[in-house]
C-alpha cells in the first residue's frame, strides 16, 4: 500500500451514517486526546485543513483553562 492510499480512506463519524470526514484533527488537552474537530463535505483546500487544524489547536487551549 502506498502512502496516497491512506488518504482516501473513508472515516465514518458515527454508527449508520453515510457521512464521513474529509479532514480530521485531534484536540488535545494536556498531552491526552479529548476528541476532535471534522470537516465533511468535499476534498478541502489548504485553507479548510488549516482552519481545522486552528479548531482544533483553540479547542484544546480553551480545555486547559
Not at 10 to 26: F, I, N
Amino acid at each position: 500500500r502506498g502512502l496516497g492510499d491512506v488518504y482516501k480512506r473513508q472515516l465514518p463519524l458515527c454508527e449508520g451514517v453515510d457521512t464521513s470526514a474529509t479532514a480530521l484533527m485531534p484536540i488535545l488537552c494536556n498531552g491526552d486526546l479529548i476528541g476532535s474537530v471534522a470537516l465533511t463535505g468535499s476534498m478541502p483546500d489548504e485553507a479548510m485543513v488549516l482552519l481545522v487544524k486552528v479548531a482544533a489547536a483553540f479547542l484544546g487551549k480553551q480545555m486547559e483553562e
